[in-house]
């Protein structure tokens, strides 16, 4: 069964104050590596696709990394607006279409 | 626009009385998906379809049927509603199942 865990559960961070949001995952031959970002009452909205270790993307501010058992999306020099729940989400298991998501990382950026 | 619509955006309603949720998008979209959000659970799979006629369940498919009878729409059905369906249910589509998903707004569904 493919498990994804994302950490921190929540973080608050200052204006400037750059981080990173942690997804850890358990699959059976990784199809892709999927990182959403969700504001509040709205449905995720797309942000990147890993599909293999090493491999990296970056938009604006935010930066995903893939390794074998985890990805890191780096917010570098966060902005109020970047206030969201991020999502991660695998697809896996050979054999299955299936998505399987974290739990997400509510993030509050404080001016 | 590109976009993924579902219908109703909000519903209440009582034990046992037949729904359905509609889910249309304008992609051309060969993959289309359920899921249900519920605090603490996070974003969970409940059907999916890879094209027409062709559907999969997820992670949680128990109460709920889907159909897939044509490309564009892929409707969500509780023949029989019961507290526990009570949710967040969003519909989504993309490409193919290793492609970014489009979401559509939301249907907050209250079983009493």
């Known amino acids: 069964e493919d498990q994804v865990t994302q950490s921190p559960e929540a973080l608050r961070l200052q204006e400037g104050e750059s981080s990173s949001l942690n997804c850890s995952y358990t699959?059976?031959?990784?199809?892709?590596l999927f990182w959403y970002r969700q504001d509040p009452g709205k449905g995720p909205e797309f942000l990147f696709t890993?599909?293999?270790a090493g491999e990296e993307k970056e938009k604006e501010r935010l930066k995903a990394t893939l390794t074998k058992k985890e990805s890191f999306l780096h917010i570098t020099a966060p902005k109020p607006e970047d206030s969201a729940t991020y999502l991660c989400?695998?697809?896996?298991?050979?054999?299955?279409?299936?998505?399987?998501f974290g739990k997400g990382t509510k993030l509050s950026v404080i001016p | 626009e590109a976009q993924v619509t579902q219908n109703p955006r909000y519903l209440i309603t009582v034990t046992g009385k037949k729904l359905t949720v509609t889910c249309s998008q304008n992609m051309n979209h060969e993959y289309m998906s359920w899921y249900r959000q519920d605090p603490g659970l996070g974003l969970r799979q409940i059907y999916y379809s890879m094209n027409v006629e062709v559907t999969d369940k997820g992670d949680v498919p128990e109460g709920y049927k889907v159909s897939r009878k044509e490309k564009r729409n892929f409707p969500l059905i509780l023949e029989s509603p019961s507290p526990n369906q009570t949710s967040l249910y969003f519909c989504a589509s993309s490409r193919g199942p290793n492609q970014p998903q489009h979401f559509g707004d939301g249907t907050r569904l209250s079983i009493l």
């Open positions: 699959v059976s031959g990784l199809r892709g």
């Open positions: 890993l599909y293999s």
């Open positions: 989400a695998v697809g896996g298991r050979a054999g299955s279409y299936q998505l399987t």
